[in-house]
């Protein structure tokens, strides 16, 4: 039985998608790649296992026919959704209805997120809103005064953002995220910027979904530091979903594993994973799950990782 499972992810095409995901060893199908979706469970968009006894299988299936690989968690599908962004043009604004309401009209899970930035250049994103009244927020959007409504920040490489659902947001050209989400697809598009398609078009919106599901208020969350003689670890975010942390690796180092399974990115540099006799070469670009097989592992190199789990 294989305790750890490294994962290939699908490459999705979209108007606004660039090259930049080769700086990550992959091999892109064109240079209008926007999203790898890394580890999923999703439907059509399934990570493929490759290494071990079930190589060539995805995740999806994996997932509900070897429940003790992830500490028989009790949950209808992979519950968390890991992708790689590559914005080379403005993506449009959304926002993401929360369980009660994604429930109510589209019975599926809402959608929170959190993007992990690694742009080297400085880029922006818009991040919630500059009024805290919902009314005045819905004045403004049928008034369409964007400015007045929507917030932009200054985003660069190491950058955290939190996304509950109900937050409007957007990223914007330049950015290179690490997505890590609630495995849910519903998004209304509020605003487009009125671009057109090549038919002379404009893009679907969803005001009236939008409206209902935008919450003003900003949710503080602040990121904790702790260095250590052979590492640093940064706790990014806890939420009722799922917790996000980063390890920037400086020398060999032990690790337990604390929750029923831990989704890995590697973000930066190599390595390797060591799990007692076995050893796996590590490197920018991989994904992997520590299956609840694994109790101590060990990483050693330079390199840093953003560890995931669900709760
Ligand atoms: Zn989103």
């Not at 992979?78 to 009660?100: E, G, M, T, Y």
């Not at 589209?106 to 959608?111: A, F, I, T, Y």
């Not at 920040?153 to 997505?179: C, M, R, W």
């Not at 890590?180 to 057109?196: E, V």
Request: with cysteine.
């Amino acid at each position: 039985m294989e305790k750890v499972l490294f994962l290939k992810g699908k490459f999705v095409e979209k108007i606004w998608g660039g090259d930049r995901l080769k700086n990550f060893g992959y091999d892109l199908p064109s240079n209008k790649v926007g999203e790898y979706w890394a580890i999923s469970g999703m439907d059509d968009l399934e990570s493929e296992i490759i290494n071990g006894s079930f190589k060539g299988q995805n995740l999806k299936d994996i997932y509900k026919d070897h429940k003790e690989l992830f500490g028989k968690e009790d949950k209808a599908s992979f519950p968390l959704l890991i992708k790689l962004i590559d914005a080379n043009d403005d993506l449009s604004i959304q926002v993401h209805p929360d369980d009660r309401l994604a429930q109510k009209y589209e019975n599926s899970l809402g959608k929170t997120e959190c993007w992990y930035m690694l742009n080297d250049e400085p880029s922006s994103i818009i991040y919630g809103l500059k009024v805290n009244d919902k009314n005045e927020a819905i004045k403004l959007i049928d008034e369409k005064r964007w400015d007045d409504l929507l917030r932009e920040v200054n985003s660069q490489k190491d950058d955290f953002f939190y996304v509950p659902a109900g937050t409007v947001h957007a990223i914007k050209k330049g950015s290179l995220v690490l997505e890590i989400q609630q495995a849910s697809d519903i998004t209304y598009r509020l605003y487009d910027y009125d671009r057109k398609d090549d038919q002379g078009n404009l893009r679907d919106l969803h005001l009236e979904e939008s409206k209902r599901s935008i919450k003003t208020e900003l949710v503080e969350n602040k990121p904790e530091k702790k260095e250590y003689e052979t590492y640093i670890r940064t706790d990014l975010l806890s939420n009722q979903y799922f917790e996000v942390r980063k390890f920037e690796i400086k020398d060999k180092t032990s690790f337990k594993r604390e929750k029923p399974y831990l989704l890995e990115a590697v973000t930066e540099g190599k390595g390797e994973l060591i799990l007692g006799e076995e050893r796996y070469p590590i490197k920018k670009g991989d994904f992997f799950i520590l299956t609840n097989l694994v109790d101590n592992f060990e990483i050693e190199g330079k390199v840093s990782l953003v560890e995931s789990n669900s709760k």
